[in-house]
C-alpha cells in the first residue's frame, strides 16, 4: 500500500536558524497537505499543494511539491520559538490522507 | 470558524468495558475520521466515513467500531477495551475532496487499566 516516509524525526536549532522537513511517497500524489502540531494540542492544518514543482510561501514558511509529484518539503526561515512542535505532512487517497510519522522540532532559544 | 469538538479530554477505564468516543462538527462536512495518536508512530487512521450510516475501515480498525447515524456527529466504540488501546484518539472532519484540510478535535487521552 502506499507509504509516506518523513525525515528526519527530531530536529533540533537553535533561535534564527532555518529548518527543513522532507516527505516521500512510494506512488505519485494527487496533493498533499501540511499540519503542525503544537506540544499538547491537535493538528492543524497548514497548507494543501496539489500541481507539479508549486512552491508556496506563509510569511517564514515555504512549501514545495517536487516535479514528479512524489515528495514535498517544508522550509522554516529563521527559526522562532513559536515554531516548536512537530509537523505532519500528508497525502491523499481516496476519500482519506496518509499521514507522515512527523518531524518534532525544538528551538532553542 | 469550524468547530469540531469530542466529548471528553480524559477518561479511563477499565480492561473490558465498552467505551464510547463521540465527535460533533459544526461544518457540515461530508468526511469524518477517527484516528490514534502513538509516540513514534503518528497519526494511524482507525476508521473513516464519507456520508450518513457510510463507513470504512482504516489501517487499524480491529477492536474498534463506528456509527454515523447524523452528519455532523461520528462516534467511535471499542466494544470491549483493552490496555493495548491506551492512546489519544483525534477525531477530524473535512469537504468530500479535502479541500481546506482536515479540521481536528482536542482529542480524548483515553487511559484503560
Known amino acids: 500500500g502506499q507509504q509516506v516516509m518523513q525525515i528526519p524525526q527530531y530536529q533540533h536549532v537553535q533561535e534564527g536558524e532555518d529548518f527543513t522537513t522532507y516527505c516521500n511517497s512510494s506512488?505519485?500524489?494527487?496533493?498533499i497537505q501540511w499540519y503542525k502540531q503544537r506540544p499538547g494540542g491537535h493538528p492543524v492544518f497548514l497548507i494543501q499543494?496539489?500541481?507539479?514543482?508549486e512552491v508556496k510561501k506563509q510569511k517564514r514558511l515555504t512549501f514545495q511539491f517536487g516535479e514528479a509529484k512524489k515528495n514535498s518539503s517544508l522550509h522554516i526561515t529563521a527559526t522562532q520559538t513559536t515554531d516548536v512542535g512537530t509537523y505532519f505532512c500528508?497525502?491523499?487517497?481516496?476519500?482519506?490522507?496518509?499521514f507522515g510519522t512527523g518531524t518534532r522540532l525544538k528551538v532553542l532559544a | 470558524d469550524v468547530k469540531v469538538t469530542q466529548s471528553s479530554r480524559y477518561l479511563v477505564k477499565r480492561t473490558g468495558e465498552k467505551v464510547f468516543l463521540e465527535c460533533v462538527q459544526d461544518?457540515?462536512?461530508?468526511?469524518m475520521f477517527w484516528y490514534r495518536q502513538d509516540p513514534g508512530l503518528g497519526l494511524r487512521l482507525i476508521y473513516f466515513?464519507?456520508?450518513?450510516?457510510?463507513?470504512e475501515k482504516g489501517d487499524i480498525p480491529e477492536g474498534y467500531s463506528v456509527s454515523r447515524e447524523k452528519k455532523e456527529r461520528f462516534s467511535l466504540i471499542l466494544e470491549s477495551a483493552s490496555t493495548n488501546q491506551t492512546s489519544m484518539y483525534l477525531c477530524?472532519?473535512?469537504?468530500?475532496?479535502?479541500?481546506?484540510?482536515?479540521?481536528f478535535g482536542p482529542g480524548t487521552r483515553l487511559t484503560v487499566t
Open positions: 477530524a472532519s473535512s469537504f468530500r475532496g479535502g479541500e481546506g484540510g482536515q479540521y
Open positions: 506512488t505519485t500524489l494527487s496533493n
Open positions: 499543494l496539489v500541481k507539479s514543482g
Open positions: 500528508a497525502a491523499s487517497g481516496t476519500y482519506k490522507y496518509i
Open positions: 461544518m457540515d462536512h461530508e468526511n
Open positions: 466515513s464519507y456520508d450518513v450510516k457510510m463507513k
